[in-house]
């Protein structure tokens, strides 16, 4: 079962445990292609770096599904992309949190609640980034 196929406002833990995996896979990603291009001095120092990132990138996933999640079950709004402008927001301020950076949670906060907003919005209304080729 995917994240699309549980509606919204039910299951938040399912939901929560599905995002909580896409930021995992993120997060390893991002750590091993940080790990190739800027490579540390030591074991220990890569394994700390790709960690801390895994562990930032999911706990992102884990906070975007229960806020969006419980801002759907608490305004009572199942398709409202508000509330995932609402869980994309929430994901930012925890990245400002992280790096200490009220800048940056202002602007993760804006980036990625928009772009939690048009991904529902995209998902409503049937647009697609890629297709299948026309023949």
Request: net charge neutral; charged share 15%.
């Given at each position: 079962m995917?994240?699309?196929?549980?509606?919204?406002g039910?299951?938040?833990?399912?939901?929560?445990?599905?995002?909580?995996?896409?930021?995992?896979?993120?997060?390893?990603?991002?750590?091993?292609?940080?790990?190739?291009?800027?490579?540390?001095?030591?074991?220990?120092?890569?394994?700390?770096?790709?960690?801390?990132?895994?562990?930032?990138?999911?706990?992102?996933?884990?906070?975007?599904?229960?806020?969006?999640?419980?801002?759907?079950?608490?305004?009572?709004?199942p398709?409202?992309?508000?509330?995932?402008?609402?869980?994309?927001?929430?994901?930012?301020i925890?990245?400002?949190?992280?790096?200490?950076?009220?800048?940056?949670?202002?602007?993760?906060?804006?980036?990625?609640?928009?772009?939690?907003?048009?991904?529902?919005?995209?998902?409503?209304?049937?647009?697609?980034l890629?297709?299948?080729?026309?023949?």
């Open positions: 995917g994240y699309w196929d549980i509606p919204d039910t299951d938040c833990v399912e939901k929560a445990w599905i995002t909580t995996k896409l930021g995992t896979a993120l997060g390893l990603v991002g750590s091993a292609y940080s790990l190739v291009a800027f490579q540390p001095d030591s074991a220990v120092a890569a394994l700390q770096r790709a960690s801390s990132t895994t562990v930032t990138l999911a706990a992102m996933g884990a906070i975007f599904g229960c806020a969006t999640c419980l801002s759907t079950q608490m305004r009572d709004a398709d409202d992309p508000l509330n995932y402008f609402f869980g994309g927001c929430a994901s930012g925890f990245l400002g949190a992280r790096t200490r950076s009220a800048m940056t949670g202002t602007s993760a906060c804006l980036g990625l609640g928009t772009l939690a907003f048009f991904t529902k919005v995209g998902k409503m209304e049937g647009w697609r890629a297709g299948p080729p026309k023949l």
